[in-house]
C-alpha cells in the first residue's frame, strides 16, 4: 500500500463519490472474486468484475466501516473470503433498487488511500483495487464528514421531498404489512443448515401472504419481495402508507445454546420484558447500522417517537393481537414458555398501526431449523397467523372498530 498525505486521501475519496453516477449505467456486471491481502496497519481488496466499474467509496463511524456501492451487481464469488489486515469482517447485499453494497468492517480507524481500476488482460478479467491504510482517530474523523458531505452532494439532485402518498381503501378488505426482516446487506442470523435469517424470512412472509390473500377477506402488503435492505423506518412507513389494519414483521432467531428452541411473539413497550427480550432488541435495532445506513441524515422519526394517548391504544391493540396469535401458533408448532415478550424495538414504532414481531423459532436448534426450513413448517406458522387475524379482526367488529 503506498502511503499518501491525508488531504490526499480525502481528495481522492471525493473522486470516487463524484463518479459513481457514471457507474450506475452498467448492467449484468458479475463479481467473480474478492480477495483480501494485508498486515496489521493495511489491507487491500483487488475485485474481479465482467466490466469496468466505478463505484462509490465512503466511510462510516460507530462503527468504522468502508462502504462500496456499486451497480446492481451479481455476486458469483464461489469461495470463503478471510478478511485480512484491518478488515475485521464484511457483508454484501441489495441495498436499494440499482445499487448494491459492500460493508467492511474496520479494526482501526483507516483511509482510502487508493482506489482505482485495472483494465482486463493477459488472461485477467477487469479488477477494481481498494487499498486501506491506518490512521489516526482525527484524521479518521475528518475523512468520514468529507466523505459524507460529498456523498450527500451527488444524492441531493434524486432527492425526493414530497410527502407519501396515502392509499385509500377501495373495499372492505382489511389491510395487513408482512414484513420479511433483514434482507440485501444484512443476512440476520445463520443456522444450521447454511440458511440465512433473510432467505427464511421472506419465503415465510410470502406464504403467509398467500395464506391471508386466498380468504378474500385481506389485502397484503409486504415491506420486500426480494432480497433487498429496507430501513427500519421505511418498513412502518409502509404500513401507515397503505392505511394497515396490522403489522407482522417476521424473524428467525438464533442462540449460543442449541437446546433452545421455541417462538415468541414481541410487542412494543419501552421497558424489556426480561433479558432475553433486551438481547433480541439490540439484536435487531442494529440492522440499520449493518446496512450501512447513514443514522445522521434519517429523520428523527424513530428516536423521537413519544408514546402518546394514541401510541398507547395502539400498543393494547397490538397486545390483544399477540395475545390472540399465541395459543394459535401452539396449535402448529413449537413456541417458547415465554411465548409473549415485550421489547424496546424500532419496527415496531408507528404510532397507529397495531405491530407485532415474530420470532419463528430458533435456527440454532436443529429440530426448529428442521421446521423453519419446510414447507410444512412454513404453512403451519401462517395458518396460525391468518385464524389469528381472523379472530382479532372478528373481536374487532363486535367492539365497532
Known sequence: VVCFAISRCLFCLWVFVSSFAAGLAAKGIQVSDFPFCGNGGASSI???????????????????????????????????????????????????SGTYRIVLDLKKPAVVSKAFPLPA??????????????????????????????????????VS?????????????RIIVID??????????????GANEKILTLKISREIKRELEKTGRYKVYLTRNKDIYVPHRSRFALAKRVGADLF?????????????????????????????????ARKENKSDVLA????AYT???????????????????????AEILLPEMRKQVRM?????????????????????LLETGYQTNKADARMLNSRKGQRSISKALRIAADKYFETLVVQGR
Do not use: C
Request: hydrophobic share 40%.
Open 336 to 356: 417458547h414458555k415465554k411465548g409473549h415478550r415485550f421489547a424496546n424495538l424500532l419496527v415496531l414504532k408507528s404510532p397507529d398501526v397495531p405491530s407485532i
Open 292 to 295: 450501512g445506513v447513514d443514522l
Open 161 to 173: 421531498v414530497a410527502p407519501p402518498k396515502i392509499v385509500r381503501r377501495t373495499d372492505n378488505k
Open 248 to 280: 407482522v414483521s417476521v424473524h428467525v432467531d438464533a442462540i449460543k445454546n442449541s437446546k433452545v428452541r421455541g417462538g415468541t411473539v414481541y410487542t412494543l413497550n419501552e421497558r424489556a420484558s426480561d433479558k432475553e427480550a433486551a438481547r433480541l
Open 46 to 96: 483487488v475485485m474481479d468484475v465482467s466490466a469496468t466499474v466505478k463505484p462509490r467509496v465512503f466511510l462510516r463511524d460507530k462503527p468504522r466501516r468502508v462502504l462500496i456501492d456499486m451497480p446492481e451487481v451479481q455476486w458469483q464469488v464461489g469461495r470463503s473470503i478471510e478478511p485480512k489486515g484491518i478488515i475485521a469482517g464484511f457483508r454484501h447485499g441489495l441495498f436499494s
Open 121 to 158: 488482460r493477459e488472461g485477467y478479467s477487469d479488477r477494481y483495487v481498494i487499498d486501506l491504510k491506518s490512521t489516526g482517530s482525527a484524521a479518521f474523523t475528518k475523512a468520514v464528514k468529507v466523505s459524507r458531505a460529498a456523498r450527500m452532494k451527488v444524492l441531493k439532485p434524486t
Open 299 to 321: 429523520n428523527d422519526e424513530v428516536s423521537s417517537i413519544l408514546i402518546d394517548l394514541a401510541q398507547r391504544e395502539t400498543m393494547n391493540a397490538s397486545a390483544q393481537f
Open 180 to 193: 420479511a426482516g433483514h434482507g440485501g446487506v444484512d443476512p440476520g442470523t445463520l443456522g444450521r443448515f
